[in-house]
């Protein structure tokens, strides 16, 4: 049981460029979620899918697009990667709505550095 | 628009004594309250969390207050172990909308 795993955990993009961060949970959750963590700033999340089939924006959207592929995975896509958007990005899982019992877990994290 | 705020970026503290780590928060409508916690290089992993209609929860060494009429949250955690070097986020929840502090990073002293 591997919980949330993100690939790459690492990555270096020049401006321009594009990739697709991966994110899979073996939870058998329905929800999941990705989040940028910058200095000196919490998680802010990017989009979140609720269930299989259903995306929806965060706090942060503009710039990334997500795909949630089927229960088990949920991908990021930087089309055009720009300077500010170097970050670690986490993606998450949960059963469901959030609640005081439920929460969510966190992958390990991916760092990305667009020059 | 940070609507959730920890305003020390730090915390030092010796081992066996009381750490205190604090979270404000703007938006009165949050059903819930979590604190979680992050080694380098790891995600955030779950705390302690606490439901808005109420004031206090304990989970072994940790206990969470909510203060609802200063909108203030804090974590309490008694003793302190070296162990708990780490960075601390509180989190506020409504929905599927998870906001976050800025985190606080605790070291505790041996």
């Known amino acids: 049981n591997a919980g949330v795993t993100q690939t790459p955990k690492f990555q270096v993009l020049k401006t321009g460029q594009s990739m697709t961060l991966q994110c899979a949970q073996d939870?058998?959750?329905?929800?999941m979620y990705w989040y940028r963590q910058d200095p000196g700033m919490g998680l802010r999340l990017i989009y979140y899918s609720a269930s299989e089939g259903t995306t929806d924006k965060g706090e942060v959207p503009n710039g990334y697009n997500v795909s949630r592929l089927n229960k088990r995975e949920f991908s990021l896509r930087l089309e055009s990667a720009a300077p500010s958007q170097t970050s670690v990005y986490f993606c998450?899982?949960?059963?469901?709505?959030?609640?005081?019992?439920?929460?969510?877990?966190f992958g390990p994290g991916t760092r990305l550095l667009v020059l | 628009d940070q609507q959730v705020k920890q305003n020390s970026p730090s915390l030092s503290v010796q081992e066996g004594r009381i750490s205190i780590l604090n979270c404000d928060y703007t938006?009165?409508?949050?059903?819930?309250f979590l604190w979680y916690k992050k080694y380098p290089a790891e995600g955030p992993t779950f705390l302690i969390s606490?439901?808005?209609?109420?004031d206090k929860n304990e989970d072994g060494r940790f206990t969470v207050f909510l203060n609802k009429s200063a909108k203030h949250l804090s974590l309490h955690i008694v003793p302190s172990q070296p162990g708990d070097s780490a960075v601390y986020f509180c989190?506020?929840?409504?929905?599927?909308?998870?906001?976050f502090g800025a985190g606080t990073r605790l070291t505790v002293k041996p």
């Open positions: 939870m058998n959750h329905n929800s």
């Open positions: 606490i439901s808005s209609i109420k």
């Open positions: 998450a899982s949960s059963v469901g709505r959030l609640a005081v019992q439920e929460t969510q877990y």
């Open positions: 938006n009165s409508m949050f059903d819930y």
């Open positions: 989190a506020a929840i409504l929905g599927y909308d998870m906001r």
